[in-house]
């Protein structure tokens, strides 16, 4: 710092120092009233803005892509999915079935929920999306079991089951009109589950219907709306609370369904949720070891209370200005604590090791204030400077969350440096430490502090060498945009949706295009369908069944067949008989057909199987109502199945203009705009898959929305932003430490070590596969701001000739970069420990910065700096 600059803001520093200790007291007691006041107005007007889409300009090109995709069809966007798996295609529908009822019954937590693959019009019509062979192939099948159908009409009980198979067994006719060992199988299945307590149930629809009848697989999807309140920190909790409730009840009916939730809402909730209880944990951890890194530092009880104190009524003051200033936190610049915490302990240990260094070489209490003061101000005035450029340089950036963040943080330097300069010399005039000795730098040998001195080419040598090696290496570096890399992969709705995105058909992961007119969809959609990472393409006229003519002549007949038997099956419980007496009477069939050899040698293994099964089940004294419970197992699903045959083959010629309103307000829009929605072709966990498919889609239609084209597109908006923060911060920086120091060589001095710490670090990161993403990003401002601050302490230092043994490693001005290090290094370290990965990824980010600015810090500037006169 130039003469003329230091001896200013010298003498501006005498003059508040004067002040400061001429009304200690009445400091104080004005600084807690306004720290009160701050307070009480920041609890009563502060509010919490949750919502990930607005941390991101709204002018963005993917966003205004995403708003009018939610502008036109509202029906998934901010939606929950509810995942809900069977061990049968039956029991995964009815729960499915009951989960909507029931979250339709709370329109206070949720604005609308619906079944993608299930509602009247699909049972209805779903054989007719069948291919014309599939449809011949599953006529034949039923027609082969009509006599089974009509008789279990009559007889729906485990007697009238057995009493069928019994006369298929006997029949010495080759040419069975339905083959049975399928159902033997399933049934020697269900006794055997049976036996063993599991609680799966026979799927008639899988046996008679090939699972055509609408239920195509054993999962379902409930899509549904909460109702969000954005001035929480959870604001979908009220809402999952609520559903999780519902969902209980139903798993509690239906012991073998399961219900998982996830989607972007969930996703969001239980990182929120998972953040803060590690938090807290983090913290109290965090907490101690400061503490303990502290009291080491400073060596006295009533320093650390001084920096905390301190350190406390700064963050209510920053509060109090975030209140006034912008209203409202988001979920960026609520880490302003953070920064805070690790930028303004340093201004407050710098101070207070300062003084405790002028006590301990005889100054009295007073005169070692007003030096403090006078001489470390200077340094931390440099840095609050110099840090808050850094954080304002957010401020015209597309990153809005960073933006805010950066206001807030850029004026709580200042406001960290005002408490800094003047509560903490106020206390230390009422406290007054007193029997200081002098410190004595133990904690490093002494060939560590005098290596800048003897090794300082060798550490000009090799600092040029990591920097080049570090810049090849910073090549790899890559920026993860795919949020859900960063969560606890154990819960529940990351492990879902990581299952669901290796699904072609179900994959959360599909994208979306718009076009205004049907014939420009279909134009989009076929070009999208000629891409190799898109499965497949559905739109309005998808729905429309093809070779509708053909297909109704094969159900007419169907329901000639099948209708008598449809119409008697009135059953929907099972009729009460005997099952203990029907299982009995079944083996004593079996030992007579195997006695009379009338069993088929293919059907002779299961036969057999399935008699000793049901002689374990009947002896089974410890399980009284085992058969009744295989009652219930084998035949309490046939009536669904039966009900959805007898829907289907009902179904009715139709045309574009037939379908119902709850179907097409998902296609198309009251404004007339037709939706396209685009599933993937490959796995999306898979990076390359994700950017491949978002890229060919994206080729064809820019404007193509969805959650990869926001994730990369947030990604790509987040690193240019920081990119321009940080190169706009730099120059501002060096222009202003050029403009105050009047030397180039000593702005290089600070910029270097800043710049070869950035590039280890981000070597390291590289080749310890601790990629860059939304989370650990955030970390940036505070080591550049640690850089920065760090370098301009020791070059003051030893610019002032100030130094205990002629060596800057064994002064206070040393002491304090380490200790206020070690105590951010500290404050982050358990964060490593966290199962949000993202979390974690930003403690190893931190340690390993912080580590690499220390080092730069203190070893390599003092060797650039040389031995001056």
Request: glycine share 6%; aromatic share 8%.
């Amino acid at each position: 710092m130039s003469t003329s600059t230091s001896t200013c803001i010298e003498r501006f520093l005498n003059f508040w120092g004067n002040g400061v200790l001429r009304f200690p007291l009445t400091l104080i007691f004005l600084s807690c009233v306004l720290s009160g006041f701050s307070l009480y107005y920041t609890i009563a007007h502060l509010g919490v803005n949750t919502n990930s889409s607005e941390l991101l300009s709204p002018e963005l090109p993917f966003q205004k892509n995403r708003v009018r995709m939610e502008k036109e069809f509202p029906q998934d966007s901010g939606a929950i999915l509810f995942v809900v798996e069977a061990l049968t295609p039956e029991e995964s529908t009815l729960a499915a079935k009951q989960l909507e009822q029931r979250i339709t019954a709370i329109p206070q937590h949720f604005r609308s929920v619906y079944i993608p693959t299930d509602n009247a019009f699909f049972r209805q019509q779903a054989l007719l999306y069948l291919e014309h062979d599939e449809l011949e192939e599953l006529s034949a099948k039923l027609t082969d079991a009509q006599p089974f159908l009509g008789y279990l009409s009559q007889n729906f009980h485990l007697q009238g089951l057995f009493d069928i198979i019994t006369q298929a067994l006997k029949q010495q006719d080759d040419e069975l009109p339905m083959d049975i060992s399928p159902l033997l199988n399933a049934i020697n299945d269900s006794v055997q589950d049976e036996l063993q307590g599991n609680h799966k149930r026979l799927s008639w629809q899988s046996l008679l219907g090939q699972n055509k009848l609408n239920s195509q697989t054993n999962r379902t999807i409930v899509v549904a709306r909460p109702i969000m309140d954005y001035n929480a920190i959870l604001p979908a909790e009220t809402s999952l609370n609520a559903a999780r409730r519902e969902m209980a009840e139903i798993t509690t009916q239906y012991p073998a369904v399961n219900i998982r939730i996830t989607g972007e809402i969930a996703l969001e909730h239980e990182e929120l949720a998972g953040v803060s209880h590690g938090a807290v944990v983090a913290g109290v951890v965090s907490l101690l070891l400061v503490c303990a890194s502290l009291l080491i530092g400073l060596r006295s009880y009533k320093l650390l209370i001084a920096t905390f104190f301190a350190l406390i009524m700064g963050l209510i003051l920053t509060a109090g200005f975030a209140t006034v200033a912008i209203g409202h936190l988001n979920l960026i610049s609520i880490s302003f604590a953070v920064l805070y915490i690790g930028l303004g302990v340093d201004y407050a240990i710098h101070v207070c090791l300062h003084y405790r260094e002028c006590l301990g070489q005889g100054m009295n209490n007073t005169d070692a204030i007003k030096h403090s003061i006078s001489t470390v101000g200077v340094s931390i005035f440099l840095c609050a400077l110099t840090t808050s450029i850094g954080f304002l340089a957010f401020i015209p950036t597309d990153f809005s969350g960073v933006s805010e963040l950066g206001i807030i943080s850029g004026v709580s330097m200042f406001i960290g440096l005002g408490v800094s300069l003047t509560i903490i010399p106020a206390l230390l005039d009422v406290l007054q430490v007193k029997n200081v000795k002098p410190m004595k730098a133990r904690l490093l040998p002494t060939f560590i502090n005098e290596l800048p001195v003897r090794q300082s080419t060798r550490i000009k040598v090799y600092s040029i060498i990591f920097a080049l090696a570090s810049g090849a290496i910073l090549t790899q570096l890559v920026f993860d945009s795919n949020p859900i890399n960063m969560r606890d992969p154990n819960s529940e709705s990351v492990a879902t949706i990581k299952e669901l995105l290796k699904s072609k058909d179900d994959s959360p992961f599909a994208l979306i295009a718009l076009a205004e007119d049907l014939q420009s969809a279909q134009q989009v959609a076929k070009q999208l369908n000629e891409l190799p990472s898109v499965h497949q393409t559905i739109m309005v006229n998808d729905l429309v069944a093809l070779d509708q003519n053909e297909k109704l002549e094969i159900l007419d007949e169907l329901a000639l067949i099948l209708g008598h038997q449809l119409e008697g099956f009135n059953q929907q419980h099972i009729v009460d008989s005997n099952p203990n007496q029907a299982v009995n009477a079944f083996i004593a069939e079996i030992d007579q057909l195997q006695a009379d050899n009338k069993i088929k040698p293919e059907q002779l293994e299961v036969i057999s199987a399935l008699k000793n099964n049901l002689n374990q089940l009947s002896a089974d004294i410890e399980q009284p109502d085992a058969a009744k419970n295989l009652e219930h197992r084998l035949l309490s699903l046939l009536p669904m199945t039966l009900n959805r045959l007898k829907s289907s083959i009902s179904a009715q010629a139709y045309t574009l203009d037939d379908l119902p309103g709850y179907l097409l307000e998902h296609w198309i829009s009251p404004n007339k705009i037709y939706k396209i929605l685009i599933a993937p072709a490959k796995d999306q966990n898979q990076v390359e898959n994700l950017n491949e498919f978002v890229t060919e889609v994206q080729s064809v239609d820019p404007a193509a929305t969805g959650l990869p084209v926001a994730d990369q597109a947030s990604g790509v908006a987040v690193v240019k932003a920081f990119i321009q923060a940080f190169s706009s911060a730099l120059i501002a920086i060096f222009i202003l430490l050029l403009i105050i120091l009047r030397s180039l060589k000593d702005t290089l001095l600070i910029i270097g070590p800043l710049l070869l710490a950035s590039l280890l670090t981000g070597a390291a990161n590289v080749l310890l596969d601790n990629s860059f993403n939304f989370a650990n990003i955030i970390s940036l401002p505070l080591l550049m701001g640690m850089g920065v601050d760090s370098s301009i302490h020791i070059l003051h230092r030893l610019k002032s000739g100030y130094s205990n043994s002629g060596n800057v490693l064994q002064s206070s001005t040393a002491r304090g970069v380490f200790f206020s290090s070690l105590t951010t290094f500290c404050s982050f370290s358990s964060l490593t420990f966290n199962p949000h990965l993202g979390t974690a990824s930003m403690g190893v980010l931190l340690a390993i910065g912080i580590s690499f600015t220390l080092l730069c810090t203190l070893i390599v500037l003092p060797a650039f700096y040389g031995n001056r006169t």
